[in-house]
Each structure stands twice: as structure tokens, then as C-alpha cells.
């Protein structure tokens, strides 16, 4: 089940976060996005291949680079996953992040609070026409 997201930019900087299992934000999401973009781009440059998917013991962190060069970062507990399913709801969300924010994100100024409403934009998009997406999140009210 889908915990954390993250969606990045090509500088390396996480412009949103939202963490399904509660509230409560990582310490410091802008060192694990630079680390995720770090390792991206090297796996990308000197295995001429996408990174798609890192496992550690206990969790599994989905990579998915949307054509605009925008990543987002899904982390989910070790369960068998779909990679389709997770491509799809992956391609929604950043389309979705995209259009919400298309002023803002061209005229960037670092200013990442600006993209903090997009969580009610996620709540929405997977609660209309992704009743398949459902069974992947973890939502503690």
C-alpha cells in the first residue's frame, strides 16, 4: 500500500509531499529528493537506463519521469504491486500536478508552500474514476 509520495523537479527539488498514513511530514524531504535525483540521474547516465523501483528491507520506493522531466516518488510497504497500475495513477497525479499549477511552476521562485493545497487535489483524483487505485493506499484518518 502506497505511504509516502513525492513529486520532484528536474532540479532536484521536492515540490510536494503528502504522506497517506497520517499527517506527519519526513524530516527533511528536500535531502531524500536530492538523493533520489541524484541516484536517478547517475543510474540514467552510466547504465543508460531509468531507475524504477529501489527495495530496502522493509519498504519499496516507485520511481515514475513524466515526459515534462517531473518525477514522482511513490513508497509502499513490500506487497506484490502492479507496476502498470503504479504507472498509471503515476502519469494522473503528475498530469493532474501539472495543470493545477502550470502559472507557478513557470515562474518558479523556490517557493514550494504554494503546492501544499495539491494533497486535496490527490484526495479528489483517487477518490472520482480510480476505484482501482483504492486498494494501494493506506488513508488513517
Do not use: P, W
Not at 520532484?8 to 535525483?37: M, V
Request: include cysteine.
Amino acid at each position: 500500500m502506497i505511504q509516502e509520495l513525492m513529486i520532484i523537479n528536474q532540479a532536484g527539488l521536492a515540490l510536494f509531499y503528502h504522506n497517506f498514513k497520517n499527517n506527519d511530514r519526513i524530516n527533511d524531504e528536500q535531502s531524500l529528493a536530492s538523493y533520489f535525483d541524484i541516484i536517478c540521474r547517475f543510474t540514467k547516465r552510466n547504465f543508460k537506463e531509468s531507475l524504477r523501483t529501489l527495495t530496502l528491507d522493509s519498504v519499496i520506493f516507485f520511481f515514475y519521469t513524466h515526459k515534462s522531466l517531473y518525477h514522482l516518488v511513490l513508497k509502499f510497504d513490500k506487497k506484490k504491486f502492479d507496476k502498470k497500475v503504479l504507472e498509471t495513477l503515476s502519469e494522473s497525479i503528475i498530469n493532474k500536478f501539472l495543470e493545477e499549477y502550470k502559472d507557478v511552476l513557470e515562474d518558479f521562485n523556490g517557493e514550494i508552500s504554494l503546492f501544499k493545497s495539491f494533497s486535496e487535489e490527490i484526495r479528489k483524483l483517487l477518490a472520482s474514476d480510480f476505484n482501482e487505485f483504492k486498494n494501494l493506499l493506506i488513508i488513517e484518518h
